[in-house]
């Protein structure tokens, strides 16, 4: 599976849009992009995911560049609730067997009131 | 619907003394996974069950054994606890179709060795 580069930290004011990069140059063209999110004390939880097109559901959008190098998971509204620990992972679908995914150290997101 | 559900949520050990984290999941799920995460990293996987009857080692699985008791439920186990293994584990399960590896995670066990 591809690597990727996340910023450690990022701050955001309540409210407004966060929007957390991810680089995954490497990348390989049958390997999606999965974003997870760790709020304090907790599991990871699931967000979002997608291959080339951009994705939105009720959490969140994820926009991936077109050469697939990059991408960028947007949090319209964000809420203190929103303040976590985000997981960008790179990894095929369905390619030889369920052995979970790569967790990275991630970004800190901490939205500020 | 209770999702995946660990037990016990906070243990502690002695080192040399052994116990065994239950995990079970409510989904119907294929696949089952236990991670470890220690302060200020990733999740780093310890051992996985792509379907029942089988067990895979993943990234860390020194120390640890598991057995896939049935579809429901993967338990790990510490036959000689070891301070490196203070640690906050997490089991987890997913469907494991071509479309997604959509993970459900547990709340976590955090297991102190002394």
């Known amino acids: 599976d591809a690597k990727t580069t996340q910023p450690p930290s990022m701050d955001c004011a309540e409210g407004r849009a966060a929007n957390l990069p991810c680089n995954h140059s490497?990348?390989?063209?049958?390997?999606?992009v999965y974003w997870y999110r760790q709020i304090h004390s907790q599991g990871p939880q699931y967000i979002i995911h997608?291959?080339?097109n951009n994705e939105t559901n009720e959490m969140a959008s994820l926009i991936i560049t077109e050469d697939r190098k990059s991408s960028t998971l947007i949090l319209p509204h964000a809420t203190l609730r929103d303040t976590a620990v985000y997981y960008c992972?790179?990894?095929?679908?369905?390619?030889?067997?369920?052995?979970?995914?790569?967790f990275g150290k991630g970004t800190h997101l901490i939205i500020q009131p | 619907n209770a999702g995946v559900t660990q037990t016990p949520k906070f243990q502690v050990l002695k080192t040399g003394q052994s116990m065994t984290l239950q995990c079970a999941q409510d989904?119907?799920?294929?696949?089952m996974y236990w991670y470890r995460q220690d302060p200020g990293m990733g999740l780093r996987l310890i051992y996985y069950?792509?379907?029942?009857?089988?067990?895979d080692k993943g990234e860390v699985p020194n120390g640890y054994n598991v057995s896939r008791l049935n579809k429901r439920e993967f338990s790990l186990r510490l036959e000689s606890a070891a301070p490196s293994q203070t640690s906050v584990y997490f089991c987890?399960?997913?469907?494991?179709?071509?479309?997604?590896?959509?993970?459900?995670f547990g709340s976590g066990t955090q297991l102190s060795v002394l």
């Open positions: 997608g291959l080339k």
């Open positions: 069950s792509a379907s029942e009857g089988t067990t």
């Open positions: 989904m119907n799920h294929n696949s």
């Open positions: 992972i790179v990894r095929v679908d369905g390619g030889g067997g369920a052995d979970g995914l790569t």
């Open positions: 987890a399960s997913s469907e494991h179709v071509a479309t997604n590896e959509k993970l459900f």
């Open positions: 490497t990348i390989s063209g049958n390997e999606y």
